[in-house]
């Protein structure tokens, strides 16, 4: 009987396949075992798995988009698929930019008609985003979804990826560092949804921020590693950039003593960009659609390694 470990409820079934329940400290349990030949779970599972003995396993399935930390190399040396979750959570962080981006152009947070019982229209600070001009760090699955709904408010949209082909959704695509901090004055919105690797981390930092519109709002959606966080701070509290729409933080739960939650330019959200009812039923469904494939000894679909 062939094994398939998961870290979560799935729907998979297959003749011969038997689908057990696991968790980080069960797992090394199976160390050994030439009856595994996939493994389902999170990256600090793929870190443990990368290690152990598991001489028939073909798969390691994530159940995250994001891959930093997991060792390919490792994998790729055992002959072992790792692919991620794909496209999965593209939509719910897709819809949050656009939530958090009309937050601040329509200053929901200041409107004074939110503290009093008169309506008040003597306030010009509203802006719309029709004209405005963005860059999406990170052309992906993720950032590709993101244009495609802001595209709708009739916005001049750019990508900066380092890697991805040309796609017709964006104005264009920025391939250098320097080619994109020479561009950023030109921006109204400034959407991270990079990864966490050598190439990003800490991209965001003073030299960046100076040279952005002193109206100009920065998004993050994608890993808080790519952002200089003490130079993001100065660079807010004293107003140096327009703002900040902040999903993701180093400690989550985001604690109540975080500086960024004092600065009245920054939304600060609650790390579930890529949350909805919808992500647990498509995630489902790819986890079940990989597993299949494997069975079937057909191609796997998002592999990273």
Known sequence: MRLVLTDRDISFKSKNVEVRKINLKSLKNFNGND??????????????????????????????AGFDKVPLNTFRDKNISVANAGNVYSIPIAE????????????????PNNRRFKLARG???????????????????????VVQRLSGFSMTIDGYD?????KPQYNK????KEELIDNLCEYDYVISTLPDNEQTRGIIDDTFLCKMKKTAV???VGRNAVFNQKDLYKA?????IGGAVLDMFEVLPNPVTNPFRRLRNVVVLPGVAAISVEVKKRLDAHICSNLNHLVLDEPLEFVIN
């Open 123 to 145: 306030y010009s600070y509203i802006t719309e985003l029709e004209g405005k001009k963005a860059v999406i760090l990170g052309a992906g699955n993720i950032g590709t979804a």
């Open 173 to 176: 695509i920025i391939r250098g």
């Open 96 to 111: 949050t930019v656009v939530y958090g981006i009309l937050s601040v152009a329509k200053k929901l947070r200041l409107n």
């Open 35 to 64: 009856d595994v030949i996939a493994v389902v779970g999170t990256r600090a599972m793929a870190e443990v798995c990368a290690e152990m003995n598991l001489p028939c396993l073909k798969l390691f399935q994530l159940t995250s």
């Open 218 to 220: 920065i998004i993050n």
């Open 236 to 240: 807010l509290k004293s107003k140096k």
């Open 162 to 166: 380092s890697y991805c082909t040309e």
